[in-house]
Nanobody
């Protein structure tokens, strides 16, 4: 069955960095786009970044442009999210998600059919 496992979250001070990893199994990862979403307490889940199946096309949320970078290594079925200059507003549970097609399209949670369990990111001094 499809599985997505996130790792790399933790507590970081404002201005710090983290790298999240999402390792996939149970499907042919290089056929699908993969995205990162996040959800803060009391807020809706929002798309952060997405990468097409071959890594050629990337979409990044405006509020994280220049600070976050998404990448993938299909040889190890893993997608990464590098997060720099973290702000308290970036805190939340980060999920990776599999799209149903090879391209990203809209970063709507409803366009993605499988999610991981999430990894917590806390930004505090």
């Amino acid at each position: 069955q499809v599985q997505l496992v996130e790792s790399g979250g933790g507590l970081v001070q404002p201005g710090g960095s983290l790298r999240l990893s999402c390792t996939a199994s149970g499907f042919t990862m290089d056929r699908y786009a993969v995205a990162w979403f996040r959800q803060a307490p009391g807020k809706e889940r929002e798309g952060v970044a997405c990468i097409s199946n071959d890594g050629a096309l990337i979409r990044v949320r405006d509020s994280v442009k220049g600070r976050f970078a998404i990448s993938r290594d299909n040889s190890v079925a893993t997608v990464y999210l590098r997060m720099d200059s973290l702000e308290p507003e970036d805190a939340g549970v980060y999920y990776c998600a599999k799209r149903t097609v090879y391209f990203c399209g809209e970063l709507s949670p409803y366009q993605f059919d499988h999610y991981g369990q999430g990894t917590q990111v806390t930004v505090a001094s």
